[in-house]
């Protein structure tokens, strides 16, 4: 039976994420996730007159095929995925996963290898088409909330089908003063950020990437990050948890890691010379996103937090940092969380996780219900 929110959701996606336009060509890559929602996605794209593509993708098996992976097989994968990728002119994902940690068990250098050979794919994914990225909602999910799996589906549908457009004027207004900038300084409990991001744009999502979205990022100047920084938020990165991890600068360089696994943490972080430097600075503000769920798409758009990314930097956002890592990590300053402050050339611009400018004041939580 087909839910009503499915054919919504595909919508958004369709109309306004990826704005599909006639005759454009879409890949519709689905993990994990029930076939009416992919059905939804290839019917509303057919009704805009896009020309839709599907492949079918399955966490289990991709496991399997990561676990026997060698240099030969990943580069012909990687050959055919990039000569489909550049046929296309837009790219929609909808990832669910019923175990987070599948790849768990597969060794790091296997993760690592199929992470080099598909750079590539990846990169003409996000530098050459119109794309949107989103989760689907699981048991194992709603398991990670601490919700119901009815709970969580509600909880699910409401947050990414958010009118974005509400977001606009003030997400507007912090991308133009965070291109303004040049000293940054992030405080908060066990952390005390200095960087530079003079020179560097800043980029508003806004519906448009990431479903759910809800962030203004931008990048340091490679080399200006200084102090320590102590993330509240627990992450899973290739399969594996981390908790309270902290990260000491020296000139941009990441010269001490420590987590509950600091072992792991510090061979994702020798993956390449790249790992150890900084690759966006972002500010999240969904405003129905509000406690951690171990899940990196929701967590980085959580409202009164920042995300700090080693790793590579965006291309709309360059400062120059090439790295096959790209790993969000995530605090959140709300008072409940022990606050915070952002400083942007010594005002004061965000306390506790709530904007003090009057032309920012439309992005806190506390003006949604």
Not at 83 to 91: G, H, I, P, V
């Amino acid at each position: 039976m087909q839910d009503d929110r499915f054919d919504q959701l595909a919508s958004l996606l369709v109309h306004y994420s990826t704005d599909l336009q006639r005759d454009e060509k879409v890949l519709i890559e689905s993990f994990d996730a029930p076939e009416e929602m992919t059905i939804a996605l290839i019917r509303a794209a057919r009704k805009a007159g896009a020309v839709p593509f599907s492949q079918i993708q399955r966490a289990r098996v991709s496991r399997e095929l990561a676990l026997g992976a060698n240099e030969k097989q990943l580069g012909l994968a990687a050959t055919h995925e990039l000569a489909r990728m550049k046929k296309m002119d837009a790219y929609i994902a909808v990832r669910g996963s019923h175990n987070i940690s599948e790849l768990a068990d597969v060794p790091i250098d296997r993760l690592k290898l199929v992470a080099k050979k598909m750079r590539a794919v990846q990169d003409q994914r996000v530098q050459k088409t119109k794309w949107v990225v989103l989760r689907w909602p699981t048991p194992a999910m709603a398991q990670l909330a601490g919700m119901s799996t009815e709970a969580f589906e509600d909880f699910f549908f409401k947050v990414c089908t958010l009118d974005y457009r509400k977001l606009q004027p003030g997400m507007k207004a912090l991308k133009a003063l965070m291109e303004k900038t040049d000293k940054v300084q992030v405080k908060g409990p066990e952390t005390d950020l200095r960087f530079s991001i003079k020179g560097i744009s800043a980029i508003i999502c806004g519906g448009d990437r990431n479903i759910p979205d809800g962030e203004v990022f931008s990048c340091p100047v490679k080399n200006s990050v200084q102090g320590h920084v102590t993330f509240n938020v627990p992450s899973i990165y290739q399969s594996t948890g981390f908790d309270n991890i902290r990260l000491d600068f020296r000139d941009g360089k990441i010269v001490e890691a420590t987590s509950n696994q600091t072992k792991k943490l510090n061979e994702v972080l020798d993956s390449d010379a790249g790992a150890r430097y900084i690759g966006e600075f972002s500010l999240g503000c969904n405003p129905y996103i509000r406690e951690p769920m171990r899940d990196i798409l929701f967590d980085e758009k959580i409202a009164g937090s920042f995300h700090f990314t080693p790793g590579q930097a965006y291309q709309e956002a360059d400062n120059g940092n090439r790295s096959q890592v790209h790993w969000d990590m995530v605090c959140i300053q709300r008072k409940e969380y022990g606050g915070g402050a952002v400083y942007f050339d010594d005002e004061l611009i965000r306390r506790d996780g709530e904007f003090l400018p009057k032309q920012l004041r439309s992005l806190n939580w506390k003006n949604f219900k």
